[in-house]
């Protein structure tokens, strides 16, 4: 219940910050427009926001016998979890990452990079899974797509706003202050994004991991493959977009770092010592 609960809270919030951002640009009528808007993206979001994700990296869709050792996995994780099978996708790129998505456990679809499938032994590939299929069955996948793709509209409403600015024009003290109003939107609104991602991502990567080590019963092998997709994937990054970087076990390095600021996941060694109880740098 608590994370239908969040993502009512959420869907309500978004809708309020986008209602602020309408008035903000176009007062009565720019309102109306965003609640038109935010009743759109309410409704995509929740029927629709797995299938953005997936087509967003380019996921494709895999069999059984092109992808044994996950499908094999999965079966045997499912099982013990107590949840039914998702959808196996895989993203045509290098950099080792996964994802889950979806609205709820029967709709739900497990997302691996090409990537991870070379790096990974079969211990450590079942321990990543493991952690998917945790988010799968702590329920977690709706409300981090749904974040996802509001967020993205967050970002995307204040890209339009700055275009308008740049292109629009008047005088006068209303239009001044209507301007600095919507100046102040530019700013809030993506930073109101990345810290409603960040809310909804730190605990659950810890609750993930615990979810996934309690049912492979190895958190060493989850540990290992932490520690080998945090160094590898810093060698080859992933082109991922700000909006969906919450949604992968690790973070997809952005092209810009601050530090912990702006990082929708908890740093790599303290999930390490969680999962061993010792150090990371004790791992090697």
Do not use: C
């Not at 967020?151 to 706003?161: E, K, P, S, Y």
């Amino acid at each position: 219940m608590g994370n239908t609960f969040k993502t009512a809270f959420l869907l309500t919030a978004l809708t309020l910050l986008l209602m602020f951002i309408g008035r903000a640009f176009g007062g009565e009528n720019g309102m109306l427009l965003a609640l038109a808007f935010a009743a759109v993206m309410n409704f995509v979001s929740y029927f629709f926001s797995d299938k953005i994700a997936l087509a967003m990296y380019r996921a494709q869709p895999v069999t059984r016998e092109q992808l044994p050792r996950a499908y094999a996995a999965v079966e045997r994780l499912t099982q013990k979890i107590g949840i039914p099978m998702p959808k196996i996708y895989v993203i045509p790129t290098e950099s080792p990452n996964a994802f889950a998505t979806g609205r709820n456990p029967k709709h739900a679809s497990v997302a691996v990079t090409h990537g991870i499938l070379g790096l990974l032994n079969d211990e450590e590939l079942e321990g990543v899974l493991a952690h998917e299929l945790g988010h799968v069955g702590n329920r977690d996948i709706l409300i981090s797509s749904v974040v996802a793709t509001l967020a993205g509209a967050i970002t995307m409403l204040a890209r339009m706003g700055e275009f308008a600015m740049i292109f629009g024009g008047g005088g006068g003290n209303r239009d001044r202050r209507g301007g600095l109003s919507a100046l102040f939107m530019l700013i809030v609104a993506p930073i109101a994004a990345v810290l409603i991602q960040m809310a909804v991502s730190r605990s659950r990567e810890y609750q993930a991991d615990a979810t996934g080590a309690k049912y492979t019963g190895n958190p060493y092998a989850l540990a290992s493959a932490l520690q080998k997709l945090d160094a590898y994937s810093k060698r080859v990054p992933m082109a991922a977009s700000p909006s969906t970087a919450h949604l992968f076990i690790i973070q997809p390095l952005l092209g810009m770092n601050f530090g912990n600021l702006f990082s929708t996941h908890p740093p790599i060694a303290k999930r390490i010592e969680r999962l061993t109880g010792r150090p990371a740098e004790l791992m090697q």
